[in-house]
């Protein structure tokens, strides 16, 4: 059976979108690491916050959607 790092490896080599997402998820984790090295946040600032984190989790839900899906395709051929 394969582990979800193995999914991911093989939906890195083979799908486009899975590659945009991790790296826009990235961007996104870099950009909230920056803001929060700050002590204090002006009010437009948390809301930058809020969205960027917002982002990043709908990014990984929809890379996690992916591996699932990969999976039960996966399980289904080899039930076959």
């Known amino acids: 059976m394969l582990t979800e790092h193995m999914i991911a490896e093989r ?3 083979s799908n486009h979108e ?3 997402l991790e790296e ?4 996104l984790d870099a950009e909230l690491n920056e803001l929060q ?3 204090v946040l002006t009010p437009a600032e948390e809301v930058v916050k809020k969205r960027l984190q917002k982002e990043k989790l709908a990014k990984k ?3 996690a959607e992916l ?3 990969y999976r039960e395709h ?5 039930a076959h």
Do not use: P, T
């Not at 826009?24 to 961007?27: E, V």
């Open 37 to 39: 090295k700050r002590h």
């Open 61 to 63: 839900d929809k890379l």
């Open 18 to 20: 899975f590659r945009e």
């Open 11 to 13: 939906l890195r080599q």
């Open 74 to 78: 996966d399980m289904q051929h080899a």
């Open 67 to 69: 591996i699932r899906l």
């Open 24 to 27: 826009s998820h990235h961007r």
